[in-house]
C-alpha cells in the first residue's frame, strides 16, 4: 500500500507553461516535504511545511499544504527544461521516519 | 560545509557476496538515516540510528542486514550473502536533531548491483 499518491506519475510540457502536480494521502503528516531528484542523484530538499494551509514559495515554485494536513500541491510558473526532473513528496508524522510516493516525472520541453 | 557523503557510488557484488555502504553525515548532525530505493519504487525507510544506538530498524528485512553508527567513523550498513533483489539504490539521509519536524538530508545514494 503506498501511503502517498502521488499525480500525474508523468508529466511533459513546453517550456513558458505552468503545471501543478499533486501529493494526496488519507494519513495526516505533522510535516511533508518535497525533493528533486535527478538521475543517478539522490533527492535534492525544496521546502518543509508544516502547517495546515501553509503556503511557501520558492522562486516560481509554490508549495501549499492541505488544511488537513494530508495533502499537498507543487506548481511551477513557467517552467524552464532546468526544471525538469522527479520531484517527490514526503510525509512525516513524529516517528522521524519519510513516508515517499513514487514521484511526479516532470520534463520540460525547450 | 560538506553535505551528506556516501560511499562507493556505484557497488558491484556476485550473489553470495558481502556490500557494505558508508555514510558520513552532515557535519553537526548526529541522526542518520537509511533509504532503498528499488526500481519503479518510491524511497523505502530501512532504518534509524544516532551514534552507538539503533532506534528503529522496522523497515529492515529481517535476515541479512545490518546497520551500526559508531561513536567514531560513518554510518555502515551491512549487507550479508547479496541476492539478486537487493539491487538498487541505498541512499542515506542525515538530521541534526529530533524535536519535531527535522529535515532530512540526503546524500547521492550507492548503486548496487548483484549479478
Known amino acids: 500500500t503506498q501511503l502517498l499518491e502521488q499525480s500525474p506519475q508523468f508529466l511533459s510540457i513546453q517550456e513558458g507553461e505552468n503545471l501543478t502536480v499533486y501529493c494526496n494521502s488519507s494519513?495526516?503528516?505533522?510535516?511533508l516535504q518535497w525533493y528533486r531528484q535527478e538521475p543517478g542523484e539522490g533527492p535534492v530538499l525544496l521546502v518543509t511545511v508544516v502547517t495546515g494551509g501553509e503556503v511557501k514559495k520558492l522562486k516560481r515554485l509554490t508549495f501549499q499544504f492541505g488544511d488537513a494536513r494530508k495533502d499537498s500541491s507543487l506548481h511551477i510558473t513557467a517552467a524552464q527544461p532546468g526544471d525538469t526532473g522527479l520531484y517527490l513528496c514526503?510525509?512525516?508524522?513524529?516517528?522521524?521516519?519519510?513516508?515517499f510516493g513514487k514521484g511526479n516525472q516532470v520534463v520540460v520541453i525547450p | 560545509n560538506a553535505g551528506v557523503m556516501q560511499n562507493p557510488r556505484h557497488l558491484v557484488r556476485r550473489r553470495g557476496q558481502e556490500a557494505r555502504l558508508r555514510c558520513s553525515p552532515m557535519?553537526?548532525?548526529?541522526?542518520v538515516y537509511w533509504y532503498r530505493q528499488l526500481p519503479e519504487e518510491g524511497l523505502k525507510f530501512m532504518v534509524y540510528?544516532?551514534?552507538?544506538?539503533?532506534?528503529?530498524e522496522s523497515g529492515m528485512p529481517k535476515e541479512r542486514f545490518s546497520a551500526e553508527f559508531p561513536k567514531e567513523g560513518p554510518s555502515i550498513l551491512r549487507i550479508q550473502q547479496v541476492v539478486r533483489g537487493d539491487s538498487a539504490a541505498y541512499f542515506c539521509?542525515?538530521?541534526?536533531?529530533?524535536?519535531?519536524?527535522?529535515?532530512?538530508?540526503f546524500g547521492p545514494g550507492t548503486r548496487l548491483l548483484v549479478l
Open positions: 514526503a510525509g512525516e508524522n513524529g516517528n522521524n521516519r519519510l513516508a
Open positions: 539521509a542525515s538530521s541534526p536533531r529530533v524535536t519535531g519536524a527535522e529535515t532530512q538530508y
Open positions: 557535519k553537526g548532525h548526529s541522526h
Open positions: 494519513s495526516v503528516f505533522s510535516s
Open positions: 540510528l544516532q551514534k552507538e544506538n539503533i532506534i528503529d
